[in-house]
């Protein structure tokens, strides 16, 4: 279990992960952008997506977090706490609006 850098900035140490995710944006709650998380914490994620969006800190998100193996998922809400767009990618940080459970987290990491 690798914890990722700026932990310090953080309630909560980000794991690194590759999990897949299904994600809204608010305004837009009918339209699914399938998504790559490669970290997580029970506040918070970091997204990456293949083609650049106009996204922006301060939007609601909705995602669908697929457990590994399975074919659950877990929904979460957050917000948009920043973009870094990359050519024609986009990565994004998401800090949930309630945390998820340790337990879940574990789920999720595969523990």
């Known amino acids: 279990m ?9 309630i909560k140490p ?11 944006f608010a305004g837009h ?5 399938q998504a790559l998380i490669s970290n997580l914490s029970v506040t918070g ?6 083609k650049a969006a106009p996204l922006r ?11 590994p193996g399975t ?8 917000e948009i706490f920043w973009v870094r767009r990359q050519r024609e990618s986009v990565s994004l940080g ?5 945390a998820i459970s340790e337990f879940m987290l574990q789920r999720l990491i595969g523990k």
């Open 57 to 67: 800190a301060g939007t609601g998100i909705t995602l669908k977090i697929y457990m």
């Open 45 to 50: 994620a970091r997204l990456h997506f293949e």
């Open 14 to 24: 980000r794991i690194s992960v590759t999990l897949k995710a299904a994600v809204s």
């Open 94 to 98: 998401v800090r949930f609006n309630e």
């Open 2 to 10: 690798e914890i990722t850098a700026n932990q310090d900035k953080r």
């Open 71 to 78: 074919i659950l998922h877990l929904d979460v809400e957050g």
């Open 29 to 33: 709650e009918g339209e699914e952008h």
